[in-house]
């Protein structure tokens, strides 16, 4: 009677120790699962760039952790980090805020697994750095182009045409300082202004930039999402659709957040090529203010549809505890990495995290070797010069 329950038992610890090595081989880096011999160099949009490198086959991005020694961006890092500038006070008692953004456009970075692309950054990472001020205080960006084409940043919001950064590139090896008052309070964004505008900004040159009421907003759990997408084939259409840099990374690393807690997203679309992005929270509806500039919510809704450029804030909470998927609601962009989870934890039952295999989103915060303070230090990849 016993034989053959043993015959079962050893079965089924074989059965496990078998898959247990086959998911450890199958989640390590995709890149160096590739043949090398088969891989291919395709050029870009730019002549002389070698752009994307992969054999074709390994672009599964559902399945595969990016190596985060070569991504270009950490997106939980990202999420949460707000940059405030290296802060000081005007003589009339006004609050200065400067920032470095380093722009460059000659290097090459994993946008997804075994996907290599010809990144242009500012600080290095896509997106670049959030930047953050109060309405009323005075911000001076010190733009240093350490790139081989001509690069500006135009700001939203309003300040003077000087400080636009429509008509002046800067060279290659210069040097600007834009200044302007934070105002009005709202969601806004910043990008590189140059021609071709769909090169300079498919390529990756934009970032977040809040600027925060005076009475500022209730305390909440806050985070950024920015919505892109990837060319890597160089055709005008998006290969990959992301919120935060990573194609399904929130898909492998859930972001964490409480249950009964406030949540506040600065939701941006930086999107190319496509004419409409959107946003889809599961089980839940938000409040959402268009462009942030009004303190009471234009809609209570769980969709909202967003054009390139324009953004919103989303402010929610979650009454239950479980995992919840947020994603473009138009399924090709959700199919091709445009979807995440949040992980609602139940403040009284911390199971919910050991139920689910989400330790890998411990360890992701500790592989950026540029390590933005909150304050300021935007460092670019190699560190300043
Ligand atoms: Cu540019």
Known sequence: MSYPRIVVLFGIATSIVFLAISTILYSRSSVSEQNSSKLETFGGHTPGYPILTTTGDVIDPMNSVINPKNAVVDPMKYLREFNYGRVSTSPNGTVIRDFTLIASDQHTKEVSPGVFYNVWTFNGTIPGPTIRATEGDIVRITLINEGTKFHSIHFHGIHPAEMDGVFEGIAPGGKFTYEFTAEPFGLFLYHCHMQPLEEHIGHGLYGVYIVDPKQGRPPADEMVMLMNGYDTDFDSENNFYTVNGIPFYYMHHPIQIEKNRLIRIYLVNMLEFDPLNN?????????????????????????????????????????????????????????????????????????????????SAMNNTSYSKNNFSNVTNIVPIGGYK
């Open 279 to 359: 946003f889809h929270l599961h089980a839940n509806l938000f409040n959402f203010y268009k462009t942030g500039t009004k303190l009471v919510p234009d809609e209570y809704t769980d969709i909202v549809s967003l054009n390139q450029g324009e953004r919103g804030i989303l402010e929610f909470s979650y009454k239950y505890p479980g995992k919840y998927m947020f994603h473009a609601h138009k399924t090709e962009f959700a199919e091709k990495g445009w979807v995440g989870l949040f992980l609602v934890k139940d403040d009284k039952n911390e199971s919910v995290n050991q139920s689910l295999n989400v330790t």
